[in-house]
């Protein structure tokens, strides 16, 4: 193996790295900053327990700082609970049932919450919470120079597609030749799908890279393998993309709409409603006819090349939204009289 030196050198000679777009640099260093000052607000009594608890069963620090490759080629320390009994020696991949995990770190390994410290790596900018997971040095000078050259163009993360599909990886790896089979079997995938990452990111894909990586962490749903579709494109986003962006442009353009009419209605005669009312009264109309709409099926229509059928729903729903607010109209009145 390369001292830490040459290693170094080698991986900087990769000067020409992918620039992310700046507004999705922005959203993602956002979003990782809010969790982890809540996740280290919230998670510092545990931390403090666990800490005791590491203490009791061996002898040692509480934390595992290691060198990892974080952007642009940069050595960083990575902090975990210590899961290894101090002053043990080895490869740099661990397998199941490896002597120098302590009975307390097997645990913490298989629920994945030594990984929990590196919420403090993110909040000091080191890494991410979505991105490829942090390499050793002598294990990234393994990597060609594509590969090296667009993984390293962004933070890497506490988890990732590949740290989900690999999640069981320690119990692959029970060959006595453990760092030849990983890099053989192992790494070349978790290259693949890491580069895919890179090229395909999004805010959304972070969220189902956040949900699976939930879901792998309940017992009962561990030993599930994801399809690797679901892994770039899963609950989440679909959903979102499904459902929730055509409500939102639906509910935009009926908010709109409503605003241009009460705007016309105007320059004839007053409206007599006060700014707050009318507003609120259009963006109740929006939300019936988004809700009405989604309930008719009007969000599947292709209205290039739409039918009677689609008009006579679209019918519909303009009806159901005036017999609602005549419905929500007479209630109130017939309340106020009441008082």
């Given at each position: ?21 700046w ?8 979003m ?5 000052l ?9 931390f403090i327990?666990?800490g005791?608890l ?5 002898s ?21 609970f210590?899961?290894?009994h ?6 740099g991949i661990?397998?199941?049932?490896d002597?120098?995990i302590t009975s ?5 390994r298989?629920?994945k919450?030594n990984e ?9 900018g ?16 393994t990597?060609?120079e594509?590969?090296?050259t ?13 740290s989900i599909?690999?999640h069981?990886e320690?119990?692959r790896?029970q ?9 053989e ?7 693949r799908?890491d ?13 189902d890279?956040l ?10 749903l561990k030993d599930?393998r994801i ?8 609950p989440?986003?679909?959903f ?13 353009i ?11 209605w ?9 700014l707050?009312?009318?507003t609120?009264l259009a ?10 709409n989604?309930l008719?099926g009007?969000?599947?229509?292709s ?24 419905v ?5 009145c017939?309340?106020?009289?009441c008082?």
């Amino acid at each position: 193996m390369e001292n830490d030196h040459n290693i170094l050198k080698k991986i900087s000679m990769s000067s020409n790295y992918i620039r992310p777009n700046w507004y999705s640099f922005v959203a993602k260093r956002l979003m990782d900053v809010l969790i982890a000052l809540l996740g280290l607000f919230i998670l510092a009594p545990f931390f403090i327990f666990m800490g005791v608890l590491i203490k009791m069963d061996s002898s040692g620090p509480v934390f595992f700082r290691g060198p990892r490759l974080g952007r642009n080629g940069r050595i960083f320390q990575i902090l975990k609970f210590r899961t290894m009994h101090e002053e043990t020696t080895g490869p740099g991949i661990t397998a199941k049932d490896d002597p120098r995990i302590t009975s307390l770190g097997k645990w913490l390994r298989d629920t994945k919450i030594n990984e929990l410290p590196q919420l403090w790596n993110v909040l000091t900018g080191e890494m991410s919470l979505v991105g490829p997971r942090p390499e050793d040095p002598n294990i990234a000078a393994t990597w060609s120079e594509p590969a090296r050259t667009e993984i390293l163009s962004m933070r890497p993360g506490i988890t990732s597609p590949a740290s989900i599909a690999y999640h069981d990886e320690e119990g692959r790896l029970q060959s006595d030749s453990v760092m030849d089979y990983y890099l053989e079997h192992i790494a070349p995938d978790k290259l693949r799908l890491d580069r895919l990452y890179v090229r395909h990111h999004t805010f959304l894909g972070d969220m189902d890279t956040l949900f699976w990586t939930f879901v792998i962490m309940i017992p009962r749903l561990k030993d599930k393998r994801i399809p690797e579709g679901w892994l770039f494109g899963g609950p989440v986003s679909r959903f979102l993309r499904r459902y929730v962006s055509w409500a939102v442009y639906d509910f935009l353009i009926a908010f709109l709409c409503i605003g241009l009419l009460g705007m016309t209605w105007r320059l004839y005669r007053p409206l007599d409603l006060g700014l707050w009312r009318a507003t609120s009264l259009a963006f109740l109309l929006a939300i019936l006819f988004t809700f009405f709409n989604i309930l008719l099926g009007l969000k599947n229509v292709s209205w290039s090349r739409a039918i009677a059928d689609d008009i006579l729903r679209l019918i519909i729903s303009c009806g159901l939204v005036t017999l609602t607010v005549v419905v929500l109209q007479c209630f109130f009145c017939h309340n106020m009289v009441c008082q």
